[in-house]
């Protein structure tokens, strides 16, 4: 069994109130993948330029994640983001975007990619989205996610994406955007009557909710005193998220189970905004992640006795 | 064994999406004490104007809260308070402060409101507080909320109300701003220093964390599809979790008893906010608390399964 994801490849400059870096690994699809590595065998698919060498794949090969469709284009530049976060680290104001090798990009994946057991479909325009998921077409689970971009200039396309998979993990403040629904509740309902069964909304330091046909299910945040960098933190917890799923391929993909990836999500966030870019999760091991798993457990249970 | 509130008794005129009130019975201290009358005697200490009249002391009798410490001022007019709630409910707008008799307030309590076993210092000025809490020396427990007005305005006596209480009960915002710590965990240490040994951060719609000396626990807020009127929602919540703190006199103040509390306040300000100011608090069954807890902990729970 395998993951793939098809997302950005990404060098990228933060700025926090903790430090900065000038060009680090990033991208939706490497801090997914990294994230992912802990539960299975993974596969990127996404285009690099001629800037993007060996120290960059290596840190992805070194958790095991298969390369093969990352796609070297020759004379291009890898996808750049630039960005700064304030004091309190919920907003970041993006300074700078190049598209270098994304704005050509067409997805063409290898047989192993298209095989896949459970695809996810990080950030990008939502065409390629649909590209991808129609060639990969044995997946028992496959989750997408996008942003405010996409909602604004390509909300048709992400509406019928969205329609193809079985997840939607999104912002929540994007799910108001995308629904125009204030309440979380709603809105879950009305993107379940697009198609995908469940909907996972991230809810920054206040951690993530999901609906399924079951019913609803939050955690919190792990409880961090500092967080360095919250860039990928998203894309971390996908990888938890959708990575626990892959784990599991003899169960049947229930609201109990999704429950436990919610928890496994949360807790590769958390180390991901514990240093810059993919620094923290690069070296974690996969004994530290189990016991942030176990202690969110604890953070979360109280006896729920009845009056009187 | 009892519990004390003082806080404030109003008339609020409220706006939201889904309709309006142009004057019903509110103020932090009666959503607080509906709310723990589900758990203990509850003594109400405030004043009110001739304006308020049978029918609104009705509401709070009828759930077996006295009222004998609720002091009708003569010539006097009841704080009121008018505020309207836009679109998605988290932001509001006060449109009117009247202090009415709160300007020249000074608390006198009877003899059975200064024995109370539990004591809620809510939303008024801090120095006025601090009178409170020095005549009321046998409570076992005394929690405090405030306010970014009484930040801005009164903060060494906000500081010095705050060293005097167990427990501080803040939304996280004006958490923040009190302590100029965004980080919640950095946060509730400098409170904790200050003299309260338990922090809880309200944050509306997510729920709510609480930091003891034994660590962290967090709750979501239950999940609603319709929220009518989130007015005293944070008191309903203060009313949940001090009055079942007051419920179990018996039982050592542990951070388990605390999280069983942390669920009844959750579980009390959704009722709060399915109608308009106390309208469904004040019909509301024991039952239905009991049962959204039991849902709350089905809400939250998962099983914290290692990997591999």
Partial sequence: ??????????????????????????????????????????????????DFGEPELAVLRERGVSTDDVEAVPGGRTFFWRGVYGWDLNDRETLDTQLGVFAEFEPRLSDASRDCDVLFLANIQPDLQRQVRAQCRRARFAALDSMNLWIETARDSL??????????????????????????????????????????????????????????????????????????????????????????????LSHELLCQAMAYGTALASFNVEEFGVERVARLRAEEVSERVVELGRMTAFSALPLG
């Fill in 1 to 50: 069994m395998s993951v793939t994801v098809v997302g950005s490849i990404a060098f990228d400059a933060v700025k926090t109130p903790f430090g900065e870096r000038e060009r680090m690994l990033g991208g939706s699809a490497v801090h997914f993948a990294l994230a992912a590595s802990f539960f299975d065998e993974v596969r990127v698919v996404g285009p690099v330029g001629e």
């Fill in 159 to 252: 509406v019928a994406a969205i329609g193809e998979v079985d997840c939607l993990i999104l912002n929540d403040a994007e799910l108001r955007q995308l629904t125009g629904e204030p309440n979380l509740v709603r809105a879950a309902r009305r993107i379940r009557e697009w198609g995908p069964g469940v909907v996972v909304a991230k809810q920054g330091e206040y951690g993530a909710a999901m609906i399924t046909e079951e019913g609803f299910f939050a955690l919190p945040a792990y409880p961090l005193e500092t967080v360095v960098d919250p860039t990928g933190a998203g894309d971390s917890f996908a990888g938890g998220l959708v990575g626990y799923v892959a784990a599991h391929p003899d169960e049947p």
